[in-house]
């Protein structure tokens, strides 16, 4: 690059040179034309009409650059015109190619979490959540304890009496042995939403999402059921709030649902009618407190 700048330095110093000598030489010629005898028998002054001669060539040419360099400009402007609308057409296929990996890449991690889905250990995640989700419908104090822990300022304690409600919906054969795996439960429930979450910010590629069976139509009422007891104890308690991360389950379960093509709820009130008159969750013995939603 440097090299061809260079050669275009010399040969453009060598024009200017030969340009000059040239004129110089003319200017010369018409001197020594000028003075000679001869030129007497055709002039009275051969010096001005020489150089006068010359002016006028001078001045013809002049014109003629001035035409060749709007020429050269006009031809120099089309080929930068040229050369834009090749870069901009250039761009247009780099953004139409970056976009094209981009959906291919989230297609892949849509199929990659769905293997991670089938896979042996999110099977215990699953059962795990499940054997917190029920509890959770058999006994709304439960539920609101399991709530109160996705905050850091006023978690509730765990509500002893809800275990008459809860053993009926358990494995577990005591509440000694409940107590002791229900805090390993809730961690696998935490585990299940953060992935939902990671599904939901997916929501481009739903198209990939809604061919692969994440099995949403079951985890749904029990999903919504959690978001508005946790947007409820957001709004209600001033200590939360004031030391909350913002909510994003129920921001989770709308996309989920916008991506598998549910109605969206009108309000709190139909959410929870059809969270109460979904078959699954009648199916786990509702609490009668939740008639009060």
Same mark, same amino acid.
């Given at each position: 690059m440097n090299s061809h700048k260079g050669v275009t330095r010399r040969a453009i110093i060598n024009?200017?040179?030969?340009?000059?000598?040239?004129?110089?030489?003319?200017?010369?010629? +018409?001197?020594y034309f000028g003075v000679q005898p001869l030129m007497r028998d055709f002039s009275p002054q051969p010096i001005s009409d020489i150089f006068s001669s010359i002016n006028a060539l001078f001045a013809g040419l002049a014109f003629g650059g001035v035409i060749l360099t709007i020429f050269l400009q006009i031809k120099e402007l089309q080929e930068t015109r040229d050369e834009l609308a090749k870069t901009a057409s250039a761009n247009h296929s780099m953004?139409?190619?970056?976009? +094209?990996? +981009?959906?291919?890449?989230?297609?892949?991690?849509?199929?990659?979490?769905?293997?991670v889905y089938c896979s042996e250990y999110f099977q215990q995640v699953k059962d795990s959540s499940m054997s917190v989700l029920i509890p959770c419908v058999a006994s709304r104090k439960y539920c609101e304890f399991v709530v109160s822990r996705?905050?850091?300022?006023?978690?509730?304690?765990?509500?002893?009496?809800s275990w008459d409600k809860i053993k009926r919906v358990t494995y577990c054969k005591t509440y000694d042995e409940f107590r002791s795996e229900e805090q390993r439960y809730r961690y696998k429930l935490d585990e299940l939403i953060n992935y939902f979450t990671l599904l939901a910010g997916q929501s481009n590629s739903s198209e990939v999402i809604r061919k692969c069976?994440?099995?949403?139509?079951?985890w749904r009422p029990l999903f919504w059921m959690l978001a508005l007891l946790q947007e409820d104890r957001y709004e209600?308690?001033?200590?939360?709030?004031?030391? +909350?991360?913002?909510?994003?389950?129920r921001a989770v379960v709308e996309k989920l649902d916008s991506v598998y093509g549910f109605e969206p709820f009108a309000n709190a009130e139909e959410a929870w009618q059809y969270i109460l008159n979904h078959p699954k969750v009648k199916s786990y013995?509702?609490?009668?407190l939740y008639s009060s939603s």
């Open positions: 024009l200017v040179m030969v340009v000059f000598s040239l004129i110089f030489g003319v200017w010369l010629g +018409a001197w953004a139409q190619a970056n976009l +094209a990996m +981009a959906v291919h890449a989230n297609e892949k991690s849509v199929l990659d979490l769905f293997q996705f905050f850091v300022a006023d978690q509730l304690p765990f509500p002893e009496e069976d994440f099995s949403y139509s079951w209600q308690n001033e200590e939360v709030r004031k030391y +909350a991360t913002p909510l994003y389950l013995g509702v609490d009668e």
